[in-house]
């Protein structure tokens, strides 16, 4: 059957038939506009699909924390370090951490209000105690950021071995509580992101001997990393990042822990990055 013959049929068929009027042709043009529509933003909708999945592969297992706007803190993957390194390894008093704690791993501490560019840094590398700790430019070859996060233990372990009171597992039991040893180069210093006593607002961020009880834990609770040495646990003193501060000011602006909330909480959110960097 040829073509002519197939239009003369059709012309048959359809030849009495009333011509179509405006209405129709109107509904049917914007019939195709909401399927060429349809057709955008599925696309749109798969491509964006697939870069949330890639951002999620690419910071799975150390959040942080996502850079603009970070999930919650959480274990860290990066390479072990020799089993004696722990939380008694350091000068002070060892804290009493139930048997198979997990390996230390290297790490990288990132304020989300900075996004990943600047990163927790001992001011002027000294490993000594007392020794203010930053935020500093990320540089694989500053010394200064070279930390171990160790003694990775649930709150509700802690606890239990007496080294957080009851307010902290009764609020926070579920949650990770963890210590971050300065190890420059890979060596492991035995002194941790702390604080000094007495406790109080607006207390500087130090180095202090690892192992100080519940003064060198940090409670991952979210974004936010808990001072275990709060004496108030339902509003807890946490690590913060002067609001008003940039890295690059002179002096070098330093953390302390102020009450949640205060003084606003982009500086209080924080990101956990493995830094492989390390040898």
Known sequence: MDDTLIRDLLDRTIGDEPAMG????????????????????????????GMLAAVIVMTSGFTVGSAPEPSALGTVHARPVPSAVGPSAGPGTPTPVPSGAPAAAFVTLHSAALR?????????????????????????????QDFIVSATRPVS???????????????????????????????????CMGVSAPFARSTVVVLE??????????????????????????????????????PTDIPRPVLRIQPLGHPGLPGQRWIITPRSSVS
């Not at 209405?23 to 964006?48: N, W």
């Not at 606890?159 to 040893?181: I, M, T």
Request: hydrophobic letters at 40%; charged letters at 15%.
């Open 22 to 49: 405006p209405v129709v042709e109107r509904a049917l043009t914007a019939g195709h506009r909401m399927r060429r529509r349809r057709r955008i933003v599925g696309a749109v909708s798969v491509f964006g699909s």
């Open 116 to 144: 990943l560019v600047f990163a927790l840094d001992v001011y002027k590398g000294n490993a000594q105690p007392r020794q203010p700790l930053i935020l500093f430019r990320l540089n694989k070859y500053d010394r200064g």
């Open 157 to 191: 372990g802690y606890f239990q071995a007496r080294v957080l009171p009851a307010g902290a597992d009764q609020n926070y039991g579920g949650d990770q509580a963890e210590e971050f040893q300065y190890a420059p180069a890979g060596s492991p210093s035995g002194l």
């Open 209 to 246: 001997p690892c192992g100080a009880g519940a003064r060198t834990l940090w409670i991952a609770a979210g974004v936010l990393l808990i001072s275990g040495a709060n004496t108030s646990w339902t509003n807890p003193y946490v690590l913060t990042y002067p609001a008003s501060a940039f």
